[in-house]
């Protein structure tokens, strides 16, 4: 039986390519060093899979950045602002990824990868675009692979999720350009075709509710590929959910082979046997690529050998559910792991040998193995840390009326306004400040036990005073402290939880060198004591100007950790909200009198389809107000969210009741405020004005266009001026001319409004 897996983490196990990137991009490392590294981590990825067990290893998944980008830089994609499609090289591409700071160009937007946490650039259709095969990156790895003597599966993003996952600029229609885009696919799969057995298509726009566009185009797509590809077999790749509706466009693609998630679609097992045409295998994703738990053998090994019973054992392939883009790299990193949780996970290198472990004991009888995977999993689920009975008491006893705040918006409005007496288009910032190399240095020293608390508190003290002090200089009218004690804002929070446990080296790719180290929920989630109070009592004590509490809310602390599997994340989620509605009552108590509860994953974690999106808002939403609603009228909560298209969700949004939200706007050109003004969302709204994930510094006129922009949507009276994320991944020289010009513009277009309406007058 075949195995294998869809993608492998490209970002290396300690987190190599991060390193060569940004000391490419800070000029201190050599194009040459980042291509050398790129090629050791290839051929390391090439050679796990191999070792591990897996018959094919999967060619193509690896990027310098990101694989939308990789897809769009092939076909020639080259918005006209980087320059001449032709010339395009590896500064061009990275240009793309982070814009340009000299020449004041934008980057591409960021967006979320279907559900996951993973950022993909968004490729831009105009009418001027012209789609040409511009690079050989994919044929290049293959024969790579090839001469190393590995067995490749090049793997490519589908022309129709590729398509789909577009945007239109100018009045383009991404349909018209769709038969160019699938004539280059064809021209690279008659030249890979003669390379290998096995090409991937990975298409999980099929898990979604489809447009007609693409419905439509999908098959006669698809079997153009197919007809390209003579000498080899395609594998249809289908990932994230279950198929639904979309099952017999994937059976009538004319692929060999279709592999479905079985992880999150195993509903949709039967009816795809039923009507799977004898000429398709089935790939079978049976371990979770989304998730760290240990696969259960013996539920997963019955699962193949009903599969080869129905279709034969050559016709079934064992393999991963998805990418292992999404999990850490190697578990054996973990040195200092508590040994009895150890047991319970597997990571990248470990889910390619439990693929390849099903795949050779599939029709076979291999019980010791099996009573050892079924003693693992009992003593997780019997360990006292995961049951907690004043926790689980806790949520069966919450109520409606611990969601809902007092009074209605416009009354509170009114007593915030009282005690805040903020200027029209009040400016502040979502949260962090830079984090240095010495904040990162003094932060591992004092985990590691090399530094006395006292002196890692003093430390602390001494950024938060200068960030207070810089925000002063600046002219801010809402402080933050700067979160310069925080390393991720999930995983901060994770560490002062119970039911948590982090990792050394779990480290996954968020986006470009952008890494996170999700935490694993493994038990009932309790707050055993305080956790911001001290550091934002000492931050306001330096001013008279207020300083925001800042927290995480509880859905983003879900969607951006690794959730046990044995328990609804509904149930997980109320947990981590109960949690957290301690922490600002708290904050409350101590005077603290704006409080931000952080949602950027609210939209993330909606399911693909929308059947089910409601239950989930529901929930979800509910959680959020369970966190927030416990406080009084006079306290201003606020809530930050990212990447989100808002459109569907705007009614959602409204019912989450924070007196002030904060999205990112720039990238899109205040596009996305158009959800809010078409649904006249009645609370206070913070486009982000200033792009933090580019290094360039947007000038004054920029941002009061973009003031002017959002004035046209949103009443002055209800608009804040602020950055669109925080500011942790920027340096502070770019990070107080952003600002600058920030709280500029501000005042200009406040000065203007005070002219016409004296004017007026």
Not at 168 to 187: Q, S
Not at 216 to 221: K, N
Not at 539 to 564: D, E, H, N
Request: aromatic share 8%.
């Amino acid at each position: 039986m075949e195995a294998h897996v869809l993608g492998f983490p490209r970002i290396g196990a300690g987190r190599e390519l991060k390193k060569a990137l940004e000391n490419f991009w800070k000029g201190t490392g050599h194009q040459d060093e980042l291509i050398r590294t790129a090629k050791t981590l290839k051929e390391r990825n090439w050679k796990i899979q191999r070792d591990q067990g897996l018959s094919m290893v999967a060619v193509g998944d690896f990027s310098l950045y990101d694989q939308m980008l990789d897809t769009a830089f092939m076909l020639g994609m080259i918005p006209q602002r980087f320059g001449a499609a032709e010339e395009a090289d590896l500064s061009t591409y990275f240009r793309m990824a982070r814009g340009d700071a000299t020449a004041n160009l934008p980057a591409m937007e960021m967006t979320k990868w279907f559900d996951t946490n993973y950022h993909y650039l968004v490729p831009e259709f105009t009418p001027q675009t012209i789609i040409r095969r511009s690079t050989g990156k994919l044929i290049e790895e293959t024969c790579h692979a090839l001469s190393l003597g590995f067995r490749p599966k090049p793997v490519l993003i589908g022309p129709l999720t590729f398509t789909s996952l577009a945007k239109e600029l100018n009045g383009a229609d991404r349909w018209r350009f769709l038969d160019d885009i699938v004539r280059v696919y064809c021209t690279l799969l008659v030249d890979l075709a003669p390379l290998c057995d096995w090409i991937q298509i990975d298409e999980p726009i099929l898990c979604t509710d489809l447009p007609g566009m693409a419905r439509e185009a999908f098959v006669p797509a698809l079997r153009r590929l197919k007809e390209a590809a003579t000498g080899s077999q395609l594998l249809l790749a289908t990932y994230f959910g279950a198929l639904g509706d979309n099952l017999p466009l994937a059976l009538e693609s004319g692929c060999d082979g279709l592999h479905l998630d079985l992880v999150r679609g195993a509903a949709q097992l039967n009816t795809v046997l039923d009507i799977l045409p004898e000429t398709m295998v089935l790939s079978a994703g049976l371990v979770n690529g989304r998730n760290v738990w240990k696969n259960d053998l013996r539920h997963s090994k019955q699962r193949l050998d009903f599969l080869a019973q129905r279709l034969g054992e050559g016709r079934v392939m064992a393999a991963s559910s998805c990418s292992l883009l999404h999990v850490p790299v190697d578990l054996w990193l973990e040195k200092n792991i508590d040994p009895t949780i150890r047991e319970w996970l597997a990571f990248a290198v470990q889910k390619c040998r439990e693929t390849a472990t099903l795949a050779k004991i599939a029709g076979g009888c291999h019980e010791p193995l099996l009573r050892e995977n079924d003693a693992q999993l009992a003593a997780r689920r019997s360990d006292s840390r995961t049951l907690r009975p004043e926790v689980r008491s806790r949520v069966a006893g919450v109520t409606e009326a611990m969601q809902s705040r007092t009074s209605i918006f416009p009354q509170r409005k009114k007593k915030q306004a009282a005690w805040l007496k903020l200027p029209l288009l009040p400016t502040t910032t979502i949260g962090s400040f830079p984090q240095t190399a010495e904040i990162r240095s003094i932060r591992r020293q004092f985990a590691a036990g090399a530094m006395p608390e006292a002196r890692y508190k003093a430390f602390i003290r001494r950024q938060i005073r200068q960030v207070v002090e810089e925000q002063e200089k600046l002219g801010l009218d809402v402080l933050v402290h700067g979160e310069p004690e925080r390393n991720d804002m999930v995983e901060y929070f994770g560490q002062h939880l119970e039911g948590f446990y982090f990792t050394e080296n779990g480290w996954v790719q968020s986006y470009g060198s952008r890494c996170v180290k999700p935490p694993i929920i493994y038990g009932d989630v309790a707050r055993p004591a305080p956790i911001t109070i001290d550091w934002i009592r000492y931050a306001q004590s330096l001013t008279t100007k207020p300083v925001k509490g800042m927290l995480t809310g509880p859905v983003t602390i879900l969607c951006w950790s690794f959730v046990r599997d044995d328990l609804s994340r509904a149930e997980v989620c109320q947990q981590i909200a109960l949690a957290m509605r301690d922490e600002v009552l708290d904050l409350e108590k101590a005077r603290v009198g704006i409080i931000q509860i952080d949602e950027a994953a609210l939209r993330e974690g909606m399911p693909l389809r929308r059947r089910e999106v409601e239950a989930y808002l529901r929930w979800a939403v509910d959680c959020f107000r369970l966190t927030a609603a416990g406080v009084g009228d006079e306290t201003q909560i606020h809530t930050h969210m990212c990447y989100s298209e808002f459109n569907s969700i705007i009614p959602w949004i409204t019912a989450m009741d924070a007196d002030v939200i904060s999205i990112e706007a720039s990238r899109s050109d205040m596009k996305l405020l158009r959800a809010f003004q078409r649904f006249d969302y009645p609370n206070d709204i913070g486009p982000g004005i200033y792009d933090i994930h580019s290094p360039r510094v947007p000038s004054v006129a920029e941002m009061v266009a973009l003031i002017r922009q959002a004035l046209a949507v949103v009443p002055a009276q209800r608009l804040w001026i602020n950055p669109d994320c925080g500011l942790k991944t920027r340096q502070w020289p770019e990070t107080l001319a952003a600002l600058r010009n920030l709280v500029e513009a501000a005042g200009l277009v406040r000065s203007d409004m005070v002219v016409n309406s004296a004017r007026a007058d």
